[in-house]
């Protein structure tokens, strides 16, 4: 297992085929290790998913932060998610067992949905892309729509 701040997994609309301004950031400051997998639920927000940690399979992908500017990057995708630490807050920064496809374990960092999931809709496969893409709230959160 790796250093779990310099590997972040994300699942919605960090991913590289979702076209989100925070995507496009996310990839000039990091470098995509491939897709992968972590043990999880994904559910709809409204216009985003959220992510509960247990039981399912969560499909997303796995970045290495450029060592120059990971701090900054960690303090841009916080004030996106909108995590401080808040009692408040709709996520949380949590350590994720991460497998890769391909095969490699790493450790990674992930933000974790800490509301109530009570009545929310469940996604699909744990697999967000296809969800979006069927989804007018969904790509209007992005600006896509």
Do not use: C
Not at 50 to 58: F, K, N, Q, Y
Not at 67 to 81: K, T
Request: proline share 5%.
């Amino acid at each position: 297992m790796s250093k779990n701040n310099e590997f972040l997994f994300v699942y919605g609309t960090l991913m590289s085929n979702i076209p989100s301004s925070m995507s496009k950031f996310l990839r000039r400051r990091a470098t995509l290790i491939g897709k992968a997998t972590v043990s999880g639920t994904l559910i709809d927000l409204g216009g985003y998913p959220g992510l509960l940690t247990g039981g399912g399979t969560v499909k997303g992908e796995l970045y290495r932060f450029n060592e120059d500017r990971r701090e900054e990057s960690w303090s841009m995708l916080d004030a996106y998610e909108s995590v401080t630490g808040a009692p408040e807050d709709e996520y949380r920064k949590e350590s994720v067992d991460v497998r890769v496809n391909g095969g490699g374990k790493f450790s990674a960092t992930t933000y974790v949905y800490v509301g109530s999931s009570r009545g929310k809709q469940v996604i699909p496969n744990g697999d967000y892309p296809p969800f979006y893409k069927n989804n007018p709230e969904h790509r209007k959160f992005t600006g896509d729509e």
